[in-house]
């Protein structure tokens, strides 16, 4: 190993190890920042070294390729809106898979047609194993991202045989991987050249990530975004392997293993298995029996005004409001610390209870409510919540139905039976901003608008708010 | 199976489960900036990018080595800006914004 060589391979495990130190202070709020930064600090550190790599020659198209990525990431990062933010970590986690899966494609036809000595078996299978994820990756996430800005419908499209349509897609990857790394195909003379059938596996892997994300409904896309992200880590792994570098084996482990942890707290966030959010096209159609059983209408519940709600919050002493994905798509969240400023000063309690998959990623409502200036330490945890609400004077559901429906807990029968819910219905009075009465993504009725002590205010969250606030001041 | 491929299977295992232990515990607060911090760090392939569109071993390389480049390049830079942009915003009860 020659001093260069040297001097590199100890300034990826420092990477690696500032890697590992800025995720572990990612995951405590007092120190998020300063972690953020130390592994932005590392991936410096990995660029510029990799910079003193002799195989690179030329640096024209690193430059130009450089300063493209910084502009189009810099500028995107400071234009999105907050509640953006979602399809926004779709589409990067996309670009890391693309990145990912070129690097392991480079590795192929270098070989392939560039004269490079032919690849060990076992690195031809870590660059089949990081084109199809990263392939995977890249369309799956823009799929993610057009369901989530709207240009892809959110709902679940489905049609007959698709698990066998996918399923064949799978396997017909999986032949064209061995044949590619073993066959027959990478000898003379046997017809298909093997860049053929790899150009071919990339159009599989590409259309298998389409397929995978369009059956799954929007309010599943947490657990859609947190396994992307986990992929995108995996693929960058196998290109690791591919090239035999352990900065992009470690890192990439990092990632995978944080996002199958996210993954896994939204699944249990919605008592589901990974497989029924996967395949379950979940949320297909407003579900029979919601249809046929005795169809209730506004007149069925207490509907109220602005007027009546603010009463209710502004005598109150404590109050516990909950957002969903509707907070998000009305905007209205900073007329609600608004709403929260003024009960404040009037000496109520304001409390927040978040539900790990209320909106469209882990900790969306979260992002969004500190965009509003809402101090964190007033975010709760529903377990924290829970158990004394009871006590709670009012209960604000904003744009939230599945996660406060009480069926959850009461109907072993629903569909979302056994999944945790905040217990608005205990509360001692609970107030409802919705649109209307229509079901929410599990497609069912939802008790807790019918019950005695509910109140529904229909109208769009952002005006009902805005109303309520001016009542209350005028108390 | 060489010796290689078993350190790096090797590193991989241990790294994943460094990853689990590190992260365990995330406070709610933290999942999305946790995620899109990750995420930026998961454009690691950057550096396999660097070395492909550096080579000089003809256009095509270049080519799809400037392309990977680009899209890691948006990964890294976008990915740690927009973390910090959002964890700027998290604010404990009482601290100035």
Redesign the interface.
């Known amino acids: 190993m020659g001093t260069n060589e040297l001097i590199i391979q100890l300034a990826y495990l420092l990477s ?1 190890i500032l ?2 130190v ?3 202070r ?4 007092a120190t ?2 300063r ?3 130390l ?2 600090i ?2 410096l550190i ?2 510029v070294v ?2 003193l ?1 002799e ?5 024209e ?2 430059i ?3 300063v ?3 502009l ?3 500028t ?3 234009l ?1 809106k ?1 509640t953006d ?1 979602p399809q ?2 779709a589409v ?2 996309g ?2 898979g ?3 899966g ?2 392991a ?3 192929f ?2 070989f392939q ?2 004269g490079a000595p032919a690849p ?4 031809a299978i870590a660059i089949m194993a990081g084109t199809l994820i990263g392939a995977v990756t890249f369309s799956g996430s823009l799929i993610a991202f057009g369901k989530l800005q709207g240009i892809v419908t959110e709902r679940p499209v489905t049609y007959p045989m698709q698990q066998v349509v996918n399923g064949l897609i799978f396997v017909a990857i999986l032949a064209a991987m061995t044949l590619i790394v073993v066959g027959p195909a990478s000898g003379p003379g046997s017809g298909v050249a093997p860049e053929l059938v790899y150009y071919g596996l990339w159009a599989g892997a590409l259309v298998l990530g389409i397929l995978l994300v369009i059956p799954i409904g929007g309010a599943d896309m947490p657990v859609v ?2 396994l992307l ?1 986990s992929y ?2 995996l ?3 196998a ?3 591919a ?20 993954t896994r ?1 939204m699944c249990k966030a919605m008592n589901r298995s990974l497989a029924n959010v996967i395949f379950g096209a979940f949320g297909q159609a407003p579900s029979s029996d919601a249809a046929s059983g005795e169809k209730r209408t506004k007149a069925d519940v207490n509907s109220v005004q602005a007027e009546d709600v603010a009463m209710l919050l502004a005598y109150a002493t404590r109050v516990v409001i909950v957002p969903g994905y509707g907070l998000a798509v009305a905007q209205a969240q900073h007329k609600l610390r608004e709403l929260a400023d003024h009960l404040e000063a009037r000496g109520v309690q304001v409390r927040y209870a ?1 539900h ?1 998959v209320a909106g469209r ?4 409502m ?2 969004l409510l ?2 509003a ?1 809402v ?5 709760y ?1 529903i377990e924290d919540v829970n158990p004394d609400i009871q006590s709670v004077d009012a209960c604000l559901v904003v744009g939230a139905n599945d996660t406060v429906n009480p069926a959850a807990r009461d109907d072993p029968a629903s569909v979302i039976a056994g999944m945790p819910i905040v217990e608005a219905d205990r509360a001692k009075h609970c107030v409802i901003l919705k649109r209307s009465l229509s079901p929410g993504f599990a497609g069912i009725d939802n008790e807790l608008f019918y019950a005695r002590n509910s109140m529904m205010y229909f109208g769009d969250a952002a005006d009902s708010i805005a109303k309520i606030v001016e009542e209350v001041k005028q108390l | ?2 010796g ?2 078993l350190v ?1 299977i090797y ?3 241990l ?6 232990e ?37 256009l ?3 080519v ?32 100035a ?1």
């Open positions: 690696a890697f590992i800025g995720l572990k990612l995951s405590s709020p998020a920042r972690g953020n930064r592994a932005a590392a991936m990995a660029i990799t910079l790599d195989s690179i020659l030329t640096f198209w690193i130009a390729g450089m493209i990525g910084a189009i990431g810099a995107m990062a400071r999105v907050m933010m926004m970590v990067f986690n670009f890391g693309l990145a990912s070129l690097v494609a480079a590795e036809l270098r047609i560039g060990s078996l076992d690195a975004v947190s992200n995108s880590g693929a960058a792994s290109a690791g392997f090239l035999n570098n352990n900065v992009l084996i470690i890192s990439g482990a990092l990632v995978g293993a944080s996002g199958l942890i996210l707290i978040i790990p990623m882990p900790g969306h979260n992002v500190a965009e200036n101090p964190y330490t007033q975010l945890e | 199976m060489s290689t491929i790096s590193v991989f295992v790294a994943m489960f460094t990853g689990f590190v992260i365990t515990k995330v406070p709610p607060t933290l999942h999305t900036p946790l995620m899109s911090g990750a995420n930026a760090i998961s454009g690691i392939s950057i550096v396999g990018a660097l070395v492909i569109a550096g080579m000089g071993e003809g095509l390389f270049s799809i080595g400037t392309v990977a480049l680009v899209a890691a390049t948006i990964n890294v830079v976008g990915g740690f800006m927009v973390t910090d942009r959002m964890l700027r915003m998290f604010r404990r009860d009482g601290e914004s």
